[in-house]
């Protein structure tokens, strides 16, 4: 059975970095595009950063040079390293693979296997 677990989030003040980890299981994760997301509660669930097998990689623009997605796939892991946090930047984050080329919505109920997701929350 497919299962994604995310960690890594935390409290931090503007300025900070965190790392998040997204831990999959239950695929051949190196065969797999990889992708972060996050929602702010009330608000849209947007997708953040991607990466591609073939290493290729995709960022919001709100995020661009600040954030860097990088895989292990020994580890069958994906991180999402996040550098100058702004408080726009506090929403739980998800990972999930990539869908067919594509990507799926955020939280999308076709993708039945989301993870709990991860809470950051940066502080002015």
């Known amino acids: 059975e497919v299962q994604l677990v995310e960690s890594g989030g935390g409290s931090v003040q503007a300025g900070g970095s965190l790392r998040l980890s997204c831990t999959a299981s239950?695929?051949?994760?190196?065969?797999?595009?990889m992708a972060w997301y996050r929602q702010v509660p009330g608000n849209e669930c947007d997708l953040v950063s991607t990466?591609?097998?073939?290493?290729?990689?995709s960022y919001v623009d709100s995020v661009k040079g600040r954030f860097t997605i990088s895989q292990d796939n020994a580890k069958n892991t994906v991180y999402l390293q996040m550098n100058s946090l702004k408080p726009e930047d506090t929403a739980v984050y998800y990972c999930?693979?990539?869908?067919?080329?594509?990507?799926?919505?955020?939280?999308?109920?076709?993708?039945?296997?989301w993870g709990q997701g991860t809470q950051v929350t940066v502080s002015s």
């Open positions: 999930a693979p990539g869908a067919g080329g594509g990507w799926y919505a955020c939280l999308d109920p076709t993708f039945g296997y």
């Open positions: 239950g695929f051949t994760f190196g065969d797999f595009d």
């Open positions: 990466m591609r097998t073939d290493g290729s990689t």
